[in-house]
């Protein structure tokens, strides 16, 4: 069974303090590892999908990085627009996507 | 806007009755996927559809839910006797059956009191 761990769970930073999520990750034929990122009461909004180990992603502030078991989220020069929920998961050959439990990210001013 | 839509945004309901959400994909899209979210937790798979066919539904939680999606346009999701630990966040999602990028709509929050 495809399973997603997350790390943190919760992670308060301050605004500019740059620091890295963590996904941990075990699939039967992996087919992508994707981020997304979710605000209070909102649908999860899709922002990275990775494909292979070695892999590199960025926007805006957010560089996503993958191996061949964990996949980590960087933030760089945080602000506080970017607290929300982050949202790891993965995809397997029928395209289900499991989702791990989330990192809660505060950034304070 | 052509994202994906949900119906109702918010539903109170009282044990034992049955409630029905109802999600219109991006109409490009072939794949329509149903998760639930309970507080604090990830996204959980329930069922999903490839145009009309429904191709995965032994995840859905119990014999109470039932998903359908006529002429492979829009789907709804039903919930019959429902019980308190139905009270949860009802996410539906769309994409193209290539890739794996699911867009989400902003979901349906069932409260059973």
């Known amino acids: 069974e495809d399973q997603v761990t997350q790390s943190p769970e919760a992670l308060r930073l301050q605004e500019g303090e740059s620091s890295s999520l963590n996904c941990s990750y075990t699939?039967?034929?992996?087919?992508?590892l994707f981020w997304y990122r979710q605000d209070p009461g909102k649908g999860p909004e899709f922002l990275f999908t990775l494909y292979s180990a070695g892999e590199e992603k960025e926007k805006e502030r957010l560089k996503a990085t993958l191996t061949k078991k964990e996949s980590f989220l960087h933030i760089t020069a945080p602000k506080p627009e970017d607290s929300a929920t982050y949202l790891c998961?993965?995809?397997?050959?029928?395209?289900?996507?499991?989702f791990g439990g989330g990192t809660r990210l505060m950034v304070k001013p | 806007d052509t994202g994906v839509s949900q119906d109702p945004r918010h539903k109170i309901t009282k044990r034992g009755q049955n409630v029905t959400f109802r999600c219109d994909p991006i109409s490009e899209h072939n794949r329509l996927y149903w998760y639930r979210q309970t507080l604090g937790q990830g996204p959980e798979f329930l069922t999903y559809?490839?145009?009309?066919?429904?191709?995965?539904k032994s995840r859905l939680l119990s014999d109470r839910f039932s998903a359908e999606r006529p002429k492979g346009s829009f789907s709804t999701l039903e919930i019959q006797r429902t019980e308190q630990g139905d009270s949860a966040m009802y996410l539906c999602?769309?994409?193209?059956?290539?890739?794996?990028?699911?867009?989400f709509g902003e979901g349906s929050r069932l409260t059973v009191l």
């Open positions: 998961a993965v995809s397997n050959a029928g395209n289900m996507l499991t």
């Open positions: 699939v039967s034929g992996l087919r992508g």
């Open positions: 559809f490839q145009n009309e066919a429904q191709l995965e």
């Open positions: 999602a769309s994409s193209f059956v290539s890739t794996g990028e699911l867009f």
